[in-house]
């Protein structure tokens, strides 16, 4: 899917977004803001804002880019950004092709977020490029299920809610692996769908060799 159907998708669900997300928002808040209280002081990259609902659970005083595809979704986001205590940038961009330079931040969040970017591999890839080696990828994402039968009526549902936003089968853990991450702790929030997953860009030990 090219990037500006994608985000003209985004842009006409953008208007409604925050009213067809307000429950799952205020269920799962606690376990969002406990993974971003992992923020620490360096760059940080947060994938995808969308209107910004989720900058008032930020930990405060820290360097935050957050980008989105929908142009949309980043206006409705823009006095949340003003309003919080930090340095928060608001930039337009595609998961899949980033703007910037290899080795950039410090740590990733992503936010129910690889559940709609088309290749999602791609755009984890993309990820691992910008990350610095020994940084870390923080994610709250849903996934499909392995067990009956979740697994089954996620299938069911997946071509329907395709055409109106998020995947529902995408299995993520594997997609962050063949990306090229080192996946190092994946808890399950609700049952094996919704689940925070910590990966880490490894140190490459031959172009950073410990010193005696």
Same mark, same amino acid.
């Given at each position: 899917m090219k990037n500006q159907a994608v985000a003209e998708k985004w842009d006409r669900i953008a208007r409604f977004y925050?009213?067809?997300?307000?429950?799952? #928002?205020?269920?799962? /808040?606690?376990?969002?803001? #406990? $993974?971003? +209280?992992? !923020? *620490?002081?360096?760059? @940080?990259?947060?994938? /995808? =804002? *969308? =209107?910004? #609902? #989720?900058?008032?659970l930020f930990p405060e005083g820290r360097q935050i880019t957050?980008?989105?595809? +929908?142009?949309q979704m980043l206006k409705r986001a823009e006095a949340r950004a003003l309003n919080y205590n930090g340095n928060l940038a $608001?930039?337009?961009m595609d998961a899949r092709n980033l703007s910037f330079a290899a080795d950039t931040f410090d740590q990733v969040f992503t936010s129910c977020t690889f559940c709609s970017v088309p290749e999602p591999i791609k755009g984890l890839k993309e990820l691992f490029?910008?990350?610095?080696?020994? *940084?870390? $990828?923080? !994610?709250?994402?849903?996934?499909?299920?392995?067990?009956?039968?979740?697994?089954?009526i996620l299938w069911m549902m997946n071509p329907v809610a395709e055409r109106i936003g998020p995947s529902l089968t995408r299995d993520t853990v594997a997609n962050v692996r063949a990306a090229g991450f080192s996946v190092k702790r994946i808890y399950?929030?609700? $049952?094996? @769908?919704?689940? @925070?997953?910590?990966a880490e860009k490894q140190l490459d030990l031959q172009q950073n060799p410990k010193t005696a």
């Amino acid at each position: 899917m090219k990037n500006q159907a994608v985000a003209e998708k985004w842009d006409r669900i953008a208007r409604f977004y925050n009213w067809s997300t307000w429950a799952s #928002e205020r269920r799962w /808040a606690p376990f969002k803001k #406990e $993974l971003f +209280s992992r !923020m *620490g002081f360096g760059k @940080i990259l947060f994938l /995808a =804002t *969308g =209107t910004g #609902e #989720e900058i008032r659970l930020f930990p405060e005083g820290r360097q935050i880019t957050a980008i989105d595809i +929908s142009p949309q979704m980043l206006k409705r986001a823009e006095a949340r950004a003003l309003n919080y205590n930090g340095n928060l940038a $608001l930039k337009q961009m595609d998961a899949r092709n980033l703007s910037f330079a290899a080795d950039t931040f410090d740590q990733v969040f992503t936010s129910c977020t690889f559940c709609s970017v088309p290749e999602p591999i791609k755009g984890l890839k993309e990820l691992f490029r910008v990350i610095k080696p020994g *940084g870390t $990828l923080n !994610m709250f994402e849903h996934t499909r299920s392995r067990y009956f039968p979740f697994r089954e009526i996620l299938w069911m549902m997946n071509p329907v809610a395709e055409r109106i936003g998020p995947s529902l089968t995408r299995d993520t853990v594997a997609n962050v692996r063949a990306a090229g991450f080192s996946v190092k702790r994946i808890y399950n929030i609700y $049952l094996d @769908i919704v689940k @925070i997953i910590s990966a880490e860009k490894q140190l490459d030990l031959q172009q950073n060799p410990k010193t005696a």
